[in-house]
C-alpha cells in the first residue's frame, strides 16, 4: 500500500513552532510519518505561508507546541494505509486541514467540523506541511484539477475558506456593488470571488499596497488607495485584519448592507458598532472551510473563474522559512509559498 517506502527512523526538515514567543518557531529534525488504516501521506510540492502561521508564531492563535506548522498544502500521494485508498497514490492533492474532529458534537453533526471543540487542524494541532511529507485523513483529500497547473492550487485551502464566508450561504448578489479591504491572498480571493457571482468589485488598500492593487487591477478588479465614500456598498468583505480596515468597511456599508469578516485581528479591536444598529448591518463570517466550501472552491478552480497564479508571487526553500514569515508579516506581496 505504498509507492515509495522510507527507511524507519529517517528524519526530515520541518518548520517547527517549538513552544511559545516568536523566536521558538525554528528549522528542526523531525521524524518522517507513515501511514497507518485511513491515513494518507502527501509528499508536500509548496505549502503557502498563511497570515494564520504568522497568528501562531505570535502566540495570537491557538496551537500544541511542539508542532509542525503549515496548513495550505499542495503535494502527491505517495503513501496510504487501507487498500481502499490505493486510488490516491500519485495524484496530485490538496487538503482540508482537519486532522480529526469529535464527529458526535452537535457541530460535527450538523456538517459543520470547522466548529467543533475539539478539532485538531494540520499546522496547530497536528503535524502540517512545512516539511517534506505530511500524514492525515484519506478523506480530507481533494484532487487537483487537470486544468490547474504549476503551484496554482496552493491557493486552494484559502480559496475555499472564502468559499465558506461568501458562498455559504450566498452573499453577493449580482449587480451588488461590493468593497474589498485588504488586497492580502484573502482580499484578492475575495475580490474574484465576489466578481465572479455578479458582484461590482471594488478593492481598496493603502500606498503601501500599490504592488499588489496592480496584481488585483491585472485581473480586471477595480482597485483604490483613497478614502472609501461613506454607505456606498451593499457589501463589504472586510479581508485586511486591521482595526482601520474594518472601521473604514463598516463606515462604508449603506443602510441594511451586509458586513463580511474574513480577516483575523488576533487581537481586541475597537469597532463603531453602534452603527451596526443604526444601519441595521447584517453582519456574517466564516471560520475555515467545511465539505461544501471545498467543493465549491474546487468549483471555481476547476471552471477558471479565479486567477490564481499571479497571486503566489514569492517562493522560497524551506532553509529560508524566516523571510518567508516576514513577508507574509508585512504584506510584502501576496502569496508566498514554501517549497521543503
Known amino acids: 500500500m505504498t509507492s515509495t517506502l522510507t527507511p524507519a527512523g529517517e528524519l526530515m526538515t520541518a518548520v517547527v513552532k517549538a513552544a511559545t514567543g516568536a523566536e521558538n518557531v525554528v528549522l528542526d529534525q523531525v521524524p518522517v510519518a507513515h501511514t497507518a488504516t485511513g491515513l494518507a501521506r502527501v509528499r508536500v510540492v509548496a505549502a503557502g505561508v498563511c497570515g494564520t502561521d504568522t497568528h501562531i508564531?505570535?502566540?495570537?492563535?491557538?496551537?500544541?507546541?511542539p508542532v509542525v506548522m503549515g496548513h495550505e498544502i499542495l503535494g502527491e500521494v505517495d503513501q496510504v494505509g487501507s487498500p481502499e485508498d490505493e486510488h490516491w497514490l500519485g495524484k496530485r492533492v490538496v487538503c482540508e486541514t482537519y486532522f480529526s474532529a469529535c464527529e458526535v458534537c452537535e457541530w460535527c453533526r450538523a456538517g459543520s467540523r470547522n466548529l467543533c471543540r475539539s478539532r485538531r487542524s494540520l499546522g496547530s494541532f497536528e503535524?502540517?506541511?512545512?516539511?517534506?511529507y505530511v500524514t492525515m485523513p484519506a478523506l480530507n483529500l481533494h484532487a487537483v484539477p487537470d486544468t490547474v497547473t504549476g503551484l496554482d492550487a496552493v491557493l486552494a485551502e484559502p480559496l475555499a475558506c472564502v468559499a465558506q464566508c461568501l458562498l455559504d450561504p450566498p452573499v453577493v448578489n449580482a449587480g451588488d456593488r461590493v468593497l474589498v479591504t485588504g488586497p492580502g491572498a484573502m482580499g484578492q480571493l475575495a475580490a474574484q470571488v465576489a466578481k465572479a457571482c455578479g458582484g461590482e468589485v471594488t478593492l481598496a488598500g493603502l500606498e503601501r499596497d500599490a504592488q499588489r492593487l496592480r496584481i488585483a487591477a491585472g485581473l480586471g478588479i477595480r482597485t483604490t488607495t483613497a478614502e472609501v465614500p461613506a454607505e456606498a456598498f451593499d457589501v463589504v468583505i472586510e479581508c485586511s485584519g486591521s482595526g482601520p480596515g474594518a472601521r473604514a468597511?463598516?463606515?462604508?456599508?449603506?443602510?441594511?448592507?451586509r458586513y463580511?469578516?474574513?480577516?483575523?485581528?488576533?487581537r481586541d479591536v475597537s469597532l463603531p458598532f453602534d452603527t451596526v444598529l443604526y444601519k441595521e448591518l447584517v453582519i456574517s463570517s466564516g471560520f475555515a472551510s467545511t465539505a461544501t466550501s471545498w467543493r465549491r472552491a474546487i468549483a471555481l478552480m476547476e471552471a477558471g473563474l479565479v486567477a490564481l497564479g499571479p497571486l503566489v508571487t514569492r517562493q522560497v526553500p524551506i532553509a529560508d522559512f524566516a523571510d518567508a514569515f516576514a513577508a507574509a508579516a508585512a504584506g510584502d506581496g501576496i502569496k508566498t509559498v514554501?517549497?521543503?
Open 338 to 340: 514554501i517549497i521543503p
Open 260 to 266: 463580511v469578516q474574513v480577516g483575523i485581528f488576533g
Open 57 to 65: 508564531a505570535r502566540d495570537e492563535y491557538a496551537c500544541e507546541a
Open 127 to 132: 503535524n502540517g506541511g512545512f516539511a517534506r
Open 249 to 257: 468597511a463598516m463606515l462604508a456599508a449603506r443602510r441594511g448592507a
